[in-house]
């Protein structure tokens, strides 16, 4: 069983990559840790996304071991800089 | 009640104190975000604001309650505008208002350095030479690097 998620870029994430939002196929039980590796494993350019990067998960701040499941909104969240 | 909104036409400062005061505050500030005209040293042409638009939304209400529960009233309130912005141009105001000047001034800095902290906004300075750059920005608590 696979579940799809539905990923998000913005800013600096999203000119590296030229998108601003990607579906991706995870196993069951996939965390937003096995994600970032899932992707960041497709090489160049998604390599030069952040090992540890902060991401939000249904628009709300989660940690890496968070569990995703499907049709979550997964969103890569470069540091911030509002004001 | 706080009033928070992310929005694209200009801000208007007096609108935004227009939404605080009462008639038992005795004080009632307001913080405007401005866009400068240098960065390091450079001479910055203008601005732009890219915001995740639905998160941001609820984080920047959720910043406003929590000032306005520090400040123990509920007359706080803040917008933040995104787009296309030049030297001059507010882009985010703050209005408080409180019975004393120590608890706006208080709750006016929360909400500021709170949305430099975690509202998922970002901003590109547009260089008087042509080039451009997204600003250096902070990680938001407790999450990734």
């Known amino acids: 069983m696979s579940v ?4 998000l870029f913005f800013a600096a994430y999203r000119d590296l990559l030229g998108t601003g939002s990607l579906s991706v196929q995870l196993d069951e039980g996939a965390t ?5 590796r899932e992707l960041r494993g497709r090489g160049a350019p998604f390599d030069g996304l952040p090992a540890e990067p902060a991401v939000a998960v249904n628009r709300t701040y989660a940690p890496l071991d968070e569990p995703l499941g ?3 909104e997964v969103a890569f969240i470069p540091p911030v800089a509002g004001g | 009640m706080t009033w928070a909104s992310i929005v694209t036409a200009p801000i208007v400062p007096e609108d935004v104190l227009a939404r605080v ?9 307001l913080f ?3 866009v400068r005209d240098h960065a390091d040293g450079r001479a910055v042409s203008g601005m732009r604001y890219d915001a995740y638009r639905e998160m941001a939304d609820s984080v920047l209400a959720g910043i406003a ?3 306005a529960e520090r400040l ?3 007359r706080v309130a803040v917008v933040h505008r995104t787009g296309e912005l030049n030297v001059g141009e ?3 105001a703050i209005a408080v208002s409180s019975p004393h000047r120590a608890q706006a001034f208080e709750a006016s800095r929360y909400v500021i350095e709170e949305i430099k902290k975690r509202l998922p906004i970002w901003k590109k300075e547009h260089y008087a030479d042509g080039e451009e750059a997204w600003v250096a920005g902070a990680v938001p608590p407790g999450v990734g690097s």
Not at chain 1, 4 to 7: G, M, R
């Open chain 2, 90 to 92: 507010v882009s985010v």
């Open chain 2, 32 to 34: 405007l975000g401005v």
């Open chain 2, 65 to 67: 309650v929590e000032a």
């Open chain 2, 72 to 74: 123990g009233t509920e």
């Open chain 1, 32 to 36: 937003v840790a096995d994600l970032v």
């Open chain 2, 21 to 29: 005061g009462s008639d038992e505050d005795g004080a009632a500030i």
């Open chain 1, 4 to 7: 799809s998620v539905q990923t």
């Open chain 1, 70 to 72: 499907a049709g979550d």
